[in-house]
């Protein structure tokens, strides 16, 4: 009888060893997959989603109609206009974009964003906005978008530093 009882506790040590290497196992797992959260770097596709969704942002810029989309003010930019309130169309494409920016790419070096360029040419090689913050890294992702108006080519380009 003694004999039974010894190998049934050895049997009841050897599992509950089995459920702590387990349960061990498992927390380490979970620990390694909850810090996989932070994220280090830019995507492509979230920087070219940046500038598609920019170009369709409403500025305060307007004529007597209606308020102009980025992408209309950087056309009324480059054609030298003012906003129907006397206000340069270039001194409210630089304010938007710049605020835009500062909301959805946040600089820092404990963010995982280091900086950022963003430039905008016409088609006769001329800068009508370039802006730029935070530290220039090795490490970046970028986007292009061209569109035409009215014989006028833009080429908007956006990179991201990480």
């Not at 206000?87 to 710049?98: A, H, K, Q, T, Y």
Request: proline share 1%; charged share 25%; glycine share 10%.
């Amino acid at each position: 009888m003694k004999v039974k009882n010894k190998l049934g506790q050895e049997e009841m040590v050897g599992f509950a060893l089995i459920i702590i290497i387990v349960a061990i196992v498992i927390l380490v797992f979970l620990g390694f997959s909850l810090r996989g959260g932070n994220k280090e770097t830019v995507e492509s596709y979230e920087v070219e989603s940046f500038i598609q969704s920019f170009l369709q942002y409403t500025s305060e810029c307007g004529n007597e109609i209606e308020n102009l989309q980025i992408r209309d003010l950087i056309f009324s930019c480059d054609k030298n206009e003012n906003c129907a309130g006397g206000r340069n169309s270039c001194d409210v494409l630089d304010s938007e974009l710049s605020g835009i920016i500062h909301q959805s790419w946040p600089v820092g070096e404990e963010r995982p964003v280091k900086g950022y360029e963003l430039a905008i040419f016409n088609d006769r090689n001329e800068t009508i906005l370039n802006l730029a913050g935070g530290n220039a890294t090795e490490n970046s992702k970028g986007g292009v978008q061209e569109f035409f108006r009215g014989g006028t080519l833009i080429d908007i380009t956006f990179k991201a530093y990480y």
